[in-house]
């Protein structure tokens, strides 16, 4: 078997008449079956904005295909790799811009945990709906982590395993008035330029504030810290200065939307 990436028709990578700026999203596919990729092609041939611009079919091929290509978003079967976290780990670790997005034969509680501690943006079961595919890659190319509702519930309740735990508690950490008017923002569903606009700053400051809070602590990203806070119950009495809660339009208080997505990630 060939250790090159497979290459995708160039009729399929390039942009179609009217599509205007070119902005779309740029996706790898690794997955062991060849049939499963041509019918992911023809999926994605239907969204104006999306775009196969490279294929593997082997965990080499997938490393190479990482490198070679410029891609937003790799389809990664899990199958690919004997320990497929490992394999994401490095995958990751060697193109940190890019975001993974990890098909499973079956749902798996500790495998779908343990991706997500790793950096994975989404898990999708093979026999996944051709809608929600796309949906959920739409998401992950904005920076926001996807999971189905059982995924959701599987994160949720090990994060509250683990603050039960003897020895788990974390330190008490001071967080500044700004800095926790921030989380609180995150907290209610707000995104970045919201939560800019809100505080009366940048995104960039937003960001940059966010990554000291993870820091201080120790998540990992907008998921683990919304949890952090509701695991905590940090904001049960919320300060005075906090923002008033977000319309139905953003989401309530609570961390997980309803339709199983995530809130976004801070690249």
């Given at each position: ?86 394999a994401v780990s ?53 920076g926001e982590a ?122």
């Amino acid at each position: 078997m060939a250790s090159s990436p497979v290459r995708v028709q160039e009729n399929i990578e390039r942009p179609r008449e009217g599509d205007g700026g070119g902005q779309f999203i740029r996706v790898i596919l690794a997955d062991t079956q060849a049939i499963f990729r041509a019918g992911l092609r023809k999926i994605f041939a239907l969204e104006d904005d999306v775009r196969v611009v490279g294929q593997a079919e082997t965990l080499s091929q997938t490393f190479s295909a990482a490198k070679k290509f410029a891609a937003d978003v790799l389809l990664f079967e899990a199958a690919l790799a004997p320990n497929p976290v490992e394999a994401v780990s490095d995958l990751l670790r060697q193109n940190p811009g890019l975001r993974l997005v990890v098909v499973t034969a079956e749902p798996d509680e500790e495998l779908t945990l343990e991706l997500f501690r790793r950096g994975v943006h989404a898990i999708v079961p093979r026999e996944v709906e051709p809608e929600l595919l796309v949906d959920c890659l739409h998401k992950v190319s904005k920076g926001e982590a996807w999971l189905d509702h059982r995924g959701t519930q599987w994160v949720l309740e090990a994060y509250r395993t683990q603050g039960t735990r003897p020895g788990a508690s974390r330190p008490k950490v001071q967080l500044t008035p700004k800095e926790s008017l921030i989380v609180s923002c995150v907290t209610q569903g707000m995104k970045n330029k919201e939560i800019a606009q809100r505080v009366g700053t940048t995104e960039q400051v937003v960001k940059n504030y966010l990554r000291k809070v993870y820091d201080k602590l120790g998540v990992a990203d907008r998921l683990e810290l919304a949890l952090f806070c509701l695991n905590n119950r940090m904001f049960d009495n919320a300060p005075k200065d906090a923002p008033a809660q977000s319309s139905p339009t953003n989401g309530a208080a609570t961390a997980v939307p309803s339709n199983g997505g995530i809130p976004e990630k801070i690249s």
